[in-house]
């Protein structure tokens, strides 16, 4: 399950406003003691990253930061396939220079142009405990509320999420998370969603494992609800390659993903492209504009099999 809410629809490469964990690197560690293994959304994160992210229409970003703490964003969108809107975005970072992570976001907000609203909060209560906050509205209705606390120990992470609490309808979700290093490379854990209303209840439990060596992080989920299995490997600093598996014995499918990264630094070229088994193609070029501050990217995504074309340009400005 990984997160049970991700904010979408932002500009860059993140799906949740909160830091990400850097890139593993359980081998750069010399000093004897177990590393942290950093957070269970975070294990397929290095494969997932080498995807292009799929653009459709015509897209114009404005970035503006107003201090050290507080930036803002502005998010036109003309779509043929969807409503055009406009997304008004916002977050105050952390200003406590004796953090852990001085950079991390410490209020987010984000409201589009029919009402919605994403609101995101993370606090440190401690270096080892942080706590977060998510709420979303449809329009004038709340579809989402959820509370997460997570422990970061030496050498494990456990954590446990509270979603869409309901006393009056007798329902809520909630997620256990827990990981272990076991050795420098290897990491092992687990996944627990225990969900209950009215009508029903039920868990489902789900057992993950990565393995990491010099240049290359192999990952496994594996439960009831299916299967997740991901290989990322950088070949050198310009070229990064990614394998997805997944299986669901809910919808009864299956689907193999290839993607690729190519960084040209000297011309400030970013490409991504992706092959999977549903004859889905599709690649992404971003473009830095030096010297001006903007970022031109453009893309393009073929279904051969429905016989569908969607075909993107965008300019992040900022």
Request: proline fraction near 5%; charge should be neutral.
């Amino acid at each position: 399950m990984g997160s049970v809410l991700a904010l979408s629809n932002r500009p860059g490469r993140q799906n949740s406003p909160f830091p990400q964990d850097r890139p593993f690197s359980r081998w750069d560690r010399r000093d004897g003691r177990l590393p942290n293994p950093g957070s269970f959304d975070g294990l397929h994160r290095n494969c997932k990253d080498v995807f292009p992210q799929q653009i459709e229409g015509v897209k114009l970003v404005i970035n503006k930061t107003l201090s050290s703490f507080f930036k803002v964003s502005h998010t036109f969108h003309l779509s043929a396939v969807a409503p055009s809107s406009y997304r008004f975005h916002a977050e105050h970072l952390q200003s406590d220079t004796d953090s852990k992570e001085t950079d991390s976001p410490m209020l987010i907000g984000e409201m589009d142009s029919s009402g919605s609203l994403n609101a995101h909060s993370l606090f440190h209560l401690s270096e080892k405990i942080r706590a977060k906050a998510v709420f979303q509205t449809q329009q004038a209705q709340f579809v989402t509320w959820q509370f997460e606390t997570e422990y970061r120990g030496s050498d494990f992470t456990a954590a446990i999420t509270l979603a869409n609490p309901d006393i009056l309808r007798e329902s809520v979700i909630m997620v256990a998370h827990f990981l272990q290093s076991v050795s420098p490379q290897l990491v092992l854990g687990g996944e627990l969603v225990y969900h209950r209303g009215r009508a029903e209840e039920g868990g489902i439990l789900t057992l993950a494992g990565q393995y990491s060596g010099p240049n290359w992080v192999a990952t496994l989920n594996a439960g009831k609800g299916g299967a997740h299995a991901s290989y990322y490997h950088r070949a050198n600093k310009q070229i990064q390659v990614g394998v997805e598996f997944e299986a669901s014995t809910r919808t009864q499918e299956t689907t193999f993903s290839f993607g690729y990264q190519m960084e040209l630094p000297e011309a400030k070229m970013v490409f991504r492209g992706m092959l999977d088994s549903r004859c889905i193609i599709g690649g992404v070029l971003e473009k830095r504009l030096y010297p001006l501050p903007a970022t031109l990217i453009m893309g393009a995504f073929v279904n051969h099999r429905a016989d569908k074309l969607q075909v993107g340009l965008g300019v992040s400005v900022g």
